[in-house]
Every structure is written in structure tokens, then in C-alpha cells.
Nanobody, 122 residues
Framework: QVQLIESGGGLAQAGGSLRLSCVASVGTFSGDSMGWFRQTSRHAREFVAGINWNGGDTYYADSVKGRFTISRDNTKNAVYLQMNNLNSEDATVYYC???????????????WGQGTQVTISS
């Protein structure tokens, strides 16, 4: 299992940007596909973006496509989410996790971190 720590959330204006980071405090995910997820109003977690093990391929939920960019740095055991042109619907808690399978939207059986809160002001 890999223990994950998310950071970089905060308050942003509508139309603004934030960059989220995720690092492994215990273990490594350098060989895993990774994803970003966010909490829904029903407290489920929905898929936002995914990246393959070496960062060479990415994919996104339709709601964030063209605005968000996922990337990773395996030398730092880190994955990032650059979020641009933020809107009110992006305000929630964001989490990273290993993906069950690259190309899918399900997380692997790995503990969730505490997440990082994104708040949008109009």
C-alpha cells in the first residue's frame, strides 16, 4: 500500500488557477498509473484525470477536459493537477490515488489520503 498526501488546494477566483500536488509518504507509485478524483455532493469520489506510469499518456473526465492537466515526476514520487479556468462546479475536495487499470476510472485498492480542499470565489 502507498500512503498519499495531497496539497495545493485553497481559494481561487472563478476563472483562476490552482496546482495540486500528491506525494507518497510511504511506499512508491512510480510504476503505477495514477489518477485524480474529487468528492461529489453525495460524498462519492468521481474520476477527474488519469496518467500512465511514465507520464506519456493522459485522459480526462469530460467536465475538465481542456482546463485541467495531469502530470507526474517519478523522480520525486509525485503527481500534479494543474487546474485552469476554474468554476464553481470545481469546488470540492480533491484526492489522488493509484488507478485500478489505466484507461479506467476506478481507483485501486489503496487507502485514500486526506485530500485537499478547493474553494472557488465568484
Amino acid at each position: 500500500q502507498v500512503q498519499l498526501i495531497e496539497s495545493g488546494g485553497g481559494l481561487a477566483q472563478a476563472g483562476g488557477s490552482l496546482r495540486l500536488s500528491c506525494v507518497a509518504s510511504v511506499g512508491t507509485f512510480s510504476g503505477d498509473s495514477m489518477g485524480w478524483f474529487r468528492q461529489t455532493s453525495r460524498h462519492a469520489r468521481e474520476f477527474v484525470a488519469g496518467i500512465n506510469w511514465n507520464g506519456g499518456d493522459t485522459y480526462y473526465a469530460d467536465s475538465v477536459k481542456g482546463r485541467f492537466t495531469i502530470s507526474r515526476d517519478n523522480t520525486k514520487n509525485a503527481v500534479y493537477l494543474q487546474m485552469n479556468n476554474l468554476n464553481s462546479e470545481d469546488a470540492t475536495v480533491y484526492y489522488c490515488n493509484r488507478l485500478l487499470q489505466y484507461g479506467g476510472t476506478w481507483p485501486a485498492y489503496n487507502p485514500w489520503g486526506q485530500g485537499t480542499q478547493v474553494t472557488i470565489s465568484s
